[in-house]
Every structure is written in C-alpha cells, then in structure tokens.
C-alpha cells in the first residue's frame, strides 16, 4: 500500500474566487503553498471547460478538473499513466461524461416557459449580452460560460412558492436542477459528489492504492454532494444566505467571519495543520504528499 495522498477538490465562485470580483487574491498564496507540497487543488465547478481552462492557465493550475456540476471530469492526457477506463480522448484531455449534452434540455425549458412566464432566463435564449448583464462578467468571459456541452443555467426571477413548483416541473421533466450560489443548472442525473468519486478512485489507483485524504470546499447547495463524500468538508460563508446543510457528522471545517477566499485559504490552513499534524501523531499512516 503507498502512503497517504493529500487533495483538494473545491468550488470556484463564491469559493475560491470572490462572489463579486471573482478575485482569487486572497487565496493565492495558500494555493503556491499546495503547489509547493504538492498537493493537487481540482476545480469542481459549474463551469464550462473553456472557462476552467482559462482559469487554470491563470493560476498555473496543470490538475484534473470537473465541468458543469459534475457532468464531466476532464483530465489532462498523461496525467496519469495509463486512461482510466470509461475515458475517451479529446482535445489533449481524457474525459469521463457523466451527462447527456446541453440541447437534451432545450424542449423542457420551452415547455417551462411556457407555465413560468418571464420568471427565469436561461443562458443560451439571454445570448452574450444577457449574460453579461446577469453575471457582470466581460463579453469574452461571457462568452466562454456560454459554451457549455451538459447544462443550462437559470437565473430564478419569479416567487418562492413558483420557484418550487418550476423545480419540482425541472425533476418530472427528467433533468436534475442544481442550486448554485447565482443560478440554478439544469442537467443530467450527475452532481459534483459522483464525479468526485470517480477521480478520487482514479488518483488512488494511479498511485497504487494510496488512501487519499482529501478536502472539499464550497459555498452552494449545488456543493453539498462533494462536501458530503470528502474526508473533510469545508463549506464556505456566504454574505446574506445559510451555509450548505450537511447531513454528515464531523470532519467539517468553517471559518466564521470570513468569505469566499478568505474564508477558503483559512479553512484549507486549518486542513493542513490538522492533516499534518494527525501525520506526525500517529493518527494517519505516515507519508508525504503525492509526487
């Protein structure tokens, strides 16, 4: 049996990245600091691959990442030694689906806007300038979480009591909706939770059946699935709105009056001074993190 594996999976925006300005900022020196250790940080984000991409290529980032809520995990090719099985190639990257494409929902949400008049906009009928206007973002970035290949985000503009009966419409329709912090992603029977799984197995395999000691982190309820399945569950403050409920008993980190990177870089301080120190204490097999 190898030694222990450290990793993080976590959240991007509201998490990693400022709710607003989606800045990192604060978090970055904790970010070199996993590098330096060698310590993988995988993004698990609602995002499009080509948003993640970007983002990786910001932050030096050469990990495996997860797309769309968990419809897919895309893994650098050679990353490992050999594919994991249920993989195909594709743009330099194996990737595992989990979900049927983005145009499977198209004829649910026409129905649903049919019943819901005018309480929610969806990503591909708003087209760029919609988007910038409902995320802030810059027309190029805009663009880039308009090239999804699983999900379709909703923006809620309606009531509450309408609300519930357009998710419960969502789940007899046979998609899955996801609850992030900004939009709800309408999907496929996948979640961040599975697909985290899925790598997690495939890290331990890949190092020869090393026990891996990971750290999820995240502020949605669209987290809750990778915040209950991790070693360790950090779920991140958010100004205005309840932390993530979990089912679980232990393991959890918080960091009270903080947010998004802020909070992330105390929580994963917190995760390592623990996780170390159980190490030297005999608590956890010895070891060192993953090369």
Avoid at 140 to 155: F, I, L, T
Avoid at 253 to 267: N, R
Wanted: net charge negative; aromatic share 8%; glycine share 10%.
């Amino acid at each position: 049996m190898a030694g222990p594996m450290f990793l993080v999976g976590t959240d991007l925006d509201g998490s990693l990245l400022d709710h607003d300005t989606y800045s990192c900022e604060p978090a970055r020196p904790m970010l070199e600091q996993l590098e330096m250790l060698r310590i993988p940080v995988v993004f698990v984000s609602s995002k499009t691959g080509n948003e993640i991409v970007a983002l990786r290529e910001q932050l030096n980032n050469e990990h495996p990442f997860i797309v769309e809520n968990g419809a897919a995990v895309l893994i650098p090719a050679g990353y490992f030694n050999r594919m994991p099985d249920g993989c195909v190639e594709r743009n330099g990257y194996w990737v595992c689906d989990f979900a049927p494409p983005r145009s499977a929902w198209r004829p649910l949400l026409d129905d649903l806007r049919m019943r819901f008049p005018d309480a929610f906009q969806d990503f591909f009928t708003a087209g760029i300038d919609g988007i910038v206007a409902m995320t802030g973002l810059s027309r190029e970035a805009a663009a880039r979480a308009n090239e999804r290949e699983y999900s379709e985000p909703v923006q809620w503009r309606g009531t509450d009591p309408d609300l519930d009966a357009f998710l419960a419409a969502v789940e007899q329709g046979g998609a899955r909706a996801s609850r992030g912090g900004r939009f709800i992603s309408i999907a496929g029977d996948a979640d961040k939770g599975r697909a985290w799984c899925w790598l997690r197995e495939a890290y331990a395999l890949a190092a020869g059946g090393a026990q891996i000691y990971d750290l999820g982190l995240g502020d949605g309820q669209n987290d809750v699935p990778l915040l209950e399945v991790t070693r360790t569950a950090a779920p991140i403050p958010a100004r205005g709105r309840p932390l993530p409920a979990l089912e679980r008993n232990g393991g959890v980190l918080v960091a009270d009056g903080l947010y998004g990177p802020e909070a992330w870089a105390h929580s994963t301080r917190e995760w390592l001074r623990e996780l170390y120190g159980s190490v030297q204490d005999g608590k956890a097999p010895v070891g060192s993190p993953p090369a």
